[in-house]
């Protein structure tokens, strides 16, 4: 079945940097949109980057334009996020997902078919 399994997530201090991984199984991301969302308590779930792998298309929501960095390896089946600059802000249980549709726009949770069981981020000093 497909699945997308997540690691990486922990504590880091304000300012500073932390990968994302999640594994793809049971397909491959190419022809597939991935986008990466979080949800942080008492907030509702917001994309932060999505792409497209077949083109390199990539979109980014304002608040971390310029810190998060979404990307894949195509031998590893993986994506993965790059976040640098880390803010408090940014607490969340990061979540990634992928759909072979999209219909609006990639940053839209509710276009997903694929989700990832969610990795927590803290960012505290």
């Known amino acids: 079945q497909e699945q997308l399994v997540e690691s990486g997530g922990g504590v880091v201090q304000p300012g500073g940097s932390l990968r994302l991984s999640c594994a793809a199984s049971g397909f491959t991301l190419d022809d597939h949109y991935i986008g990466w969302f979080r949800q942080a308590p008492g907030k509702e779930r917001e994309g932060v980057v999505c792409?497209?792998?077949?083109?390199?298309?990539?979109d980014a929501a304002d608040s971390v334009k310029g810190r998060f960095t979404i990307s894949r390896d195509n031998a590893k089946n993986t994506v993965y996020l790059q976040m640098s600059s880390l803010k408090p802000d940014d607490t969340a249980v990061y979540y990634c997902?992928?759909?072979?549709?999209?219909?609006?726009?990639?940053?839209?949770?509710?276009?997903?078919?694929?989700w990832g069981q969610g990795t927590q981020v803290t960012v505290s000093s």
């Open positions: 792409m497209k792998s077949s083109d390199g298309y990539t």
């Open positions: 997902a992928t759909t072979r549709y999209m219909f609006t726009h990639c940053r839209r949770a509710l276009e997903y078919d694929t």
